[in-house]
Nanobody
């Protein structure tokens, strides 16, 4: 079974920084793309940032210029550098990946369990 595990969440003051990590493990042949989503209380889950295997990135307008998504040197790892955080960034952040399992042709979407980010004013 493929598993995605997030880490790095916590409490941070407005204007501060936080770095989230996500590592995928299991029977993986390749990962086409990885991304970060977030869900605040009472709101729907939304895309924060995504990155393809080719290095193309996409950001939500609300985080452009403040957040940076990148791939790590370790295989199947993605990071989200969060700078100049705001109280409205408070949410559970989820890692997402499109994974091709070993021996498979199609890709399957997997989600991590989420990590809480709380920004105090």
């Amino acid at each position: 079974q493929v598993q995605l595990v997030e880490s790095g969440g916590g409490l941070v003051q407005a204007g501060g920084s936080l770095r989230l990590s996500c590592a995928a493990s299991g029977s993986i042949f390749s990962i086409n793309a990885m991304g970060w989503y977030r869900q605040a209380p009472g709101k729907q889950r939304e895309l924060v940032a995504g990155i393809t295997s080719g290095g193309n990135t996409n950001y939500a307008d609300s985080v452009k210029g403040r957040f940076t998504i990148s791939r790590g040197n370790a295989k199947n790892t993605v990071y989200l550098q969060m700078n100049s955080v705001k109280p409205e960034d408070t949410a559970v952040y989820y890692c997402n990946a499109a994974v091709a399992a070993t021996g498979a042709t199609i890709r399957t979407i997997y989600w991590g369990q989420g990590t809480q980010v709380t920004v105090s004013s």
